[in-house]
């Protein structure tokens, strides 16, 4: 049996679909904060799937989903800048105390064999190399990035100290169908499919000349599947393309014609770039979807953000306001 926490999510449930049509059995654990159950409904017959609904804040609930499973993708954890800085209490008790309470329930369940752990390539921060290595040091720029990190450190030092398999995969900027909608300022192809369905402009952070590693979640997928065969004590691998993308270049495949800028963030690299050497010398993966084709992907199925918020300049600049608050001192 798997375990995918988080696999009503974005991430979780595309690879719950494919462990699944691989002949794997796999149980999903996730507290539908974010997730949607909607977005199993091409499996939700399959007999191969089971449903928890849970919270991997609460131990007891890690426990009682951890029984009979083999292999655990945790991919459970709140995402998004805005709300880690507005909440951090709720990001700490998910990002860290849940995957403490995975790590103990898989320490405890005799059936258990490895751990794969969704880490974030934010912990890098502003990185001084480019591309960046995982030897690069963690300057995390806020609490998101920060409890993703100490996620990554408490997966290492479980495997290390508790001999438990585990592999750590840093994922670049990842995108693709299903891409949050939540109420939260967020994801720049959420922002934008939401403004282009209502035809509102498209908001473009700073002059959009700033790249980003955008890698598509089917790629990402692969890479996940692919690290579950990995011998490794929490050793960590980067997961992206190595081919940064403008958000300028986002535009002109999204919608070009109705643009605004809005003032750039503190906190923002102007450039996120995986150095994927080290995945690919021990697993010969490489992603292979190409940002056109991912673009396109994303806009045959554009009406899942139909019901998404749709974002104004104003509205935007109301939800960053403690961003730029408690940010912009530290970067100047």
């Known amino acids: 049996m798997h375990l995918v926490t988080g696999g009503c999510g974005f991430i979780g449930s595309h690879l719950t679909e494919a462990l699944l049509k691989n002949g794997a059995r796999v149980r999903v654990l996730d507290n539908l904060s974010v997730g949607r159950r909607e977005n199993l409904d091409s499996v939700a017959s399959h007999p191969g799937l089971e449903i928890l609904e849970g919270d991997v804040a609460d131990s007891e609930t890690c426990k009682g989903a951890m029984q009979g499973v083999d292999v655990v993708y945790h991919l459970a954890a709140r995402a998004d800048i805005v709300p880690s800085i507005d909440d951090p209490e709720v990001y700490f008790s998910s990002n860290v105390t849940g995957t403490?309470?995975?790590?103990?329930?898989?320490?405890?369940?005799?059936?258990?064999?490895?751990?794969?752990?969704?880490?974030?390539?934010?912990?890098?921060?502003?990185?001084?190399?480019?591309?960046?290595?995982?030897?690069?040091?963690?300057?995390?720029?806020?609490?998101?990035?920060?409890?993703?990190?100490?996620?990554?450190?408490?997966?290492?030092?479980?495997?290390?100290?508790?001999?438990?398999?585990?592999?750590?995969?840093?994922?670049?900027?990842?995108?693709?169908?299903?891409?949050?909608?939540?109420?939260?300022?967020?994801?720049?192809?959420?922002?934008?499919?939401?403004?282009?369905?209502?035809?509102?402009?498209?908001?473009?952070?700073?002059?959009?000349?700033?790249?980003?590693?955008?890698?598509?979640?089917?790629?990402?997928?692969?890479?996940?599947?692919?690290?579950?065969?990995?011998?490794?004590?929490?050793?960590?691998?980067?997961?992206?393309?190595?081919?940064?993308v403008s958000v300028n270049r986002i535009v002109e495949l999204i919608d070009p014609d109705d643009t605004i800028f809005i003032p750039k963030r503190p906190g923002e690299p102007d450039v996120t770039c995986a150095d994927t050497t080290k995945f690919h010398a021990a697993t010969g993966w490489e992603a292979t979807m190409s940002i056109e084709d991912g673009v396109k992907d994303l806009i045959a199925n554009i009406d899942y953000w139909r019901e998404a918020p749709v974002w104004t300049p104003d509205s935007i600049a109301d939800a960053t306001k403690n961003w730029f608050k408690y940010l912009k001192e530290k970067t100047e």
């Open 100 to 244: 403490y309470n995975i790590l103990q329930a898989a320490r405890a369940e005799p059936a258990f064999k490895k751990i794969v752990y969704a880490a974030s390539s934010s912990r890098y921060g502003i990185p001084d190399q480019v591309p960046t290595p995982e030897t690069a040091p963690a300057l995390p720029q806020y609490p998101y990035a920060l409890t993703k990190d100490l996620g990554e450190q408490t997966v290492r030092h479980w495997s290390q100290v508790y001999d438990m398999p585990a592999t750590v995969l840093r994922f670049f900027n990842v995108y693709g169908p299903r891409v949050r909608t939540s109420g939260t300022y967020g994801a720049v192809f959420g922002v934008f499919l939401a403004q282009k369905l209502a035809n509102k402009p498209l908001t473009i952070v700073g002059d959009g000349h700033q790249r980003r590693d955008f890698t598509h979640v089917s790629d990402i997928v692969r890479a996940i599947i692919t690290a579950t065969d990995l011998q490794t004590r929490g050793e960590a691998f980067n997961v992206g393309t190595g081919r940064p």
